[in-house]
């Protein structure tokens, strides 16, 4: 698990302990978190991310994050399918007012959404959105990189032919405005990933 602050846009193991807001345009904010690994690592299988916002007017807003790898030198390592389509890593969406959680399906690595009814986001009230990950199984030799992307847009739209369309259909129905992502000990917005005994 890798807890993210937004003071230093890193990532690490130990919990943040100040809270700490990072705020996005809601029409097309972008926020990149970063860890490095001091050893090889090898991550498998679903990953989820927790992220705990609020919005001072959008009502609905599209999250897209992406989990990738980057080189000692910070350059994304893309791997690319053929012709020329480029791989992000792992990806996740979900619509914020998609939210609600089935809580008797839904584990920490694999939030299942009922998708049953909207429910707006209210402006100034904080709540937690669960971003189920496609699996994956990535490995990052040491001195490599783990940059988490958490964006409103989908920054890689080719990648819909491994993953798909968004999991709710329509637009959402106000982009004008500012999401703030909250982390820190009170809002412990984080990436949950399984990792693989070395």
Known sequence: MFHLDANT???????????????????????????S?????????PMAVR?????????DVDFYVFVRKLDAAG??????LPLGVP?????GQLRASHRELDSAASTDLVPVH?????????PGEVVSLDVPIWPVAMAWHAGEQLELLISV???????ALITGPPAAGGEPTGDNGTI???????YPSRLIVNRVPS
């Open 153 to 159: 847009q989908d920054l890689f739209p080719t990648s």
């Open 9 to 35: 846009s890193t990532m690490t193991t130990a919990l943040v302990q100040p809270q700490i807001t990072a705020d996005l345009d809601a029409a097309v904010g972008i926020l990149s978190f970063r860890t």
């Open 75 to 80: 350059e994304p390592l893309l791997p690319y």
């Open 87 to 91: 791989v992000p890593g792992a990806k």
């Open 51 to 59: 992220l705990f916002v609020s919005s001072d007017g959008p009502d």
């Open 37 to 45: 690994f001091t050893e090889d690592v090898e991550l498998t299988g």
């Open 114 to 122: 009922r998708h049953q009814s909207a429910h707006p986001l209210t």
């Open 180 to 186: 703030t992502l909250w982390t820190g000990a009170s």
